[in-house]
């Protein structure tokens, strides 16, 4: 792992933020971050210089998907991911195991691996640790997961010791399989929203000793109170100088709190999913362009915000975009919505740099709620 390098340039007296430099073979990633998705090798609807705009440094994409298609071996000899999807920066590939819980009725799961029935075409796709570390290292991203299973938050103690148990079990064996050097591979740490659980697995991974761990099995349906009350129970067990990754997190207000918390590294297909059903996260609180109130609103959709969305165009003009069915709405609200992810984690960074988190957070959360 000598191609990878971590370190702390702040960490804030008031909250657990920090604010840090992680060194990869693509390049450095300033945390916190958030990293824009691109499930199928495509953040959609943005070309790469257009996400590289943002302030986005690194993106992710899914190991699941992209083996059923176009295959992590296509990917591979047509010269890996990077070149594949024309971006230079650094890529995270997730293990497939957010698909054992979000396509638990196409699988079927034991300690030796999961097996899927596709949902393109009902074929059967066998996801093993060693088989999704295979996946990874043909696709070539800097930062790879271990294969886990993610219980669902509400699940019996039982079955989610079991999972947590399984998830163990599958680290080690993803750790025994990697060849290559290029690639820092996460442990998981899963176990619901009780401290119990979380601990055991936090206190089994530990030991062997992985470049950085992820908290997955969040942002699953608890509430985000329970989210906040796990991550205060689950970052402090993690190491102080590996980076932090919450797994699919989430909503403004839940990076922010996480931050707040400890955690480094974020994702979420919300920015891009939203931004296509006509949704924009903005300063104040966000904004549904589907609404009639916007019809003759010239206004920029975002006063604060320097994107093309903002610059460019008028509330007006997007809104019509969308009763229009123009795809050209999606993209710039797109566009906007990543804009304005990256101006959220720039500015905790500034503030934690600058010891004023706490009055950072304070300000914000009112801003969104329409207090200020």
Sequence with gaps: MTKFSFHLDATDKTTSARAGRWETPHGVVDTPAFMPVGTLATVKGLLPEQIRS??????????????????SDVVRDLGGLHRFMDWDGPILTDSGGFQVFSLSKMRKITDEKAVFRSHIDGSLLELSPEKAVQIQEDLGADCIMCLDECPPADDVREKIQAAVDRTTLWAKRCRDAQKRDDQALFGIVQGGVTEEMRTRSAQALLPIDF???????LSVGEAPSDMYRTLDFTVPQLPVEKPRYLMGVGRPEDILEAVCRGVDLFDCVMPTRNGRNAMAFTSTGPVRLRN????????????????????????????????????????????HNVAFYQKLVRNLRIAVNNGTVAEFRANQLARWQGQL
């Design 292 to 335: 009639a109130v916007h019809q003759k609103d010239e206004r920029p959709l975002d006063a604060e915000c320097d994107c093309t969305a903002c610059t460019r165009f008028s509330r007006a003009y997007l809104r019509h975009l969308f009763v229009a069915k123009e795809m050209l709405g999606g993209i710039l609200v797109s566009l």
């Design 54 to 71: 943002t302030g986005a440094q690194m993106v992710l994409s899914n190991t699941y998907h992209l083996a059923l298609r176009p295959g």
């Design 211 to 217: 470049p950085g761990y992820a908290v997955g099995g």
